[in-house]
Nanobody, 114 residues
Framework: QVQLLESGGGLVRAGGSLRLSCAASGSIERIDTLGWFRQAPGKQRELVARMVGGSIYYADFVKGRFTISRVNAKNTLYLQMNSLDPEDTAVYYC?????????WGKGTLVTVSS
């Protein structure tokens, strides 16, 4: 089993920044994909950013504002979010995929006030 624990969410004003962290633990043998997703109230969960091998993908709405990164030694995934907008308000989840299994954290709430 793999456990993922997100942190770093909170309340921020429009234009502000937050850095989300995701600590991974458990039976991590081979990481195929790491990613951040979000789910706003009343909406479906959507991809924010994803790392697949040596490639990084961002959703169009990120528009250069967010940066995904990882520190292997700490088994930690980050999402640096700048120029936040009220539209970014959502619960943010990290995910890890290995051997065809996808694991999710419980999420961290990001609220952006106008």
């Amino acid at each position: 089993q793999v456990q993922l624990l997100e942190s770093g969410g909170g309340l921020v004003r429009a234009g502000g920044s937050l850095r989300l962290s995701c600590a991974a633990s458990g039976s991590i043998e081979r990481i195929d994909t790491l990613g951040w997703f979000r789910q706003a109230p009343g909406k479906q969960r959507e991809l924010v950013a994803r790392m697949v091998g040596g490639s990084i993908y961002y959703a169009d709405f990120v528009k250069g504002r967010f940066t995904i990164s990882r520190v292997n030694a700490k088994n930690t995934l980050y999402l640096q979010m700048n120029s936040l907008d009220p539209e970014d308000t959502a619960v943010y989840y990290c995910s890890l995929a290995q051997y065809g299994m996808v694991y999710w954290g419980k999420g961290t709430l990001v609220t952006v006030s106008s």
